[in-house]
């Protein structure tokens, strides 16, 4: 079983930069498509990046789209994410998650029926303006 754990959170100003590393433990994260979300207070969590076994594709938000990121080193077993452009809306607590399908780090945040694998235990963002 993969477990995640989230660093690289803190405080920046509105628009600066900041980058999140996500580490996994066990042998078999390199079967794992990673994504990373983010939940605000009072909100729903939701979707911004995900990444592929390989890191070969990436798919994001529309609301994050040329902004972030996503990266990963399966060597390392480690995920990253790049943030530019941060805005003081985005406060939040950013989280990895994992699971062996793409698919599911797409939907999970819009099918109540649905979970990944194994979620990390998140890392806070605050954007001061």
């Known amino acids: 079983q993969v477990q995640l754990v989230e660093s690289g959170g803190g405080l920046v100003q509105a628009g600066g930069s900041l980058r999140l590393s996500c580490a996994a433990s066990?042998?078999?994260?390199?079967?794992?498509?990673v994504g990373w979300f983010r939940q605000a207070p009072g909100k729903e969590r939701e979707f911004l990046a995900a990444?592929?076994?390989?890191?070969?594709?990436?798919y994001y938000a529309d609301s994050v789209k040329g902004r972030f990121t996503i990266s990963r080193d399966n060597a390392k077993r480690m995920v990253y994410l790049q943030m530019n452009s941060l805005k003081p809306d985005e406060t939040a607590v950013y989280y990895c998650?994992?699971?062996?399908?793409?698919?599911?780090?797409?939907?999970?945040?819009?099918?109540?029926?649905?979970?990944?694998?194994?979620w990390g235990q998140g890392t806070l963002v605050t954007v001061s303006s």
């Open positions: 066990g042998r078999t994260f390199s079967n794992y498509a």
């Open positions: 998650g994992a699971d062996l399908t793409f698919h599911s780090l797409v939907i999970v945040t819009t099918d109540k029926d649905k979970d990944l694998e194994v």
């Open positions: 990444i592929n076994r390989g890191g070969g594709s990436q």
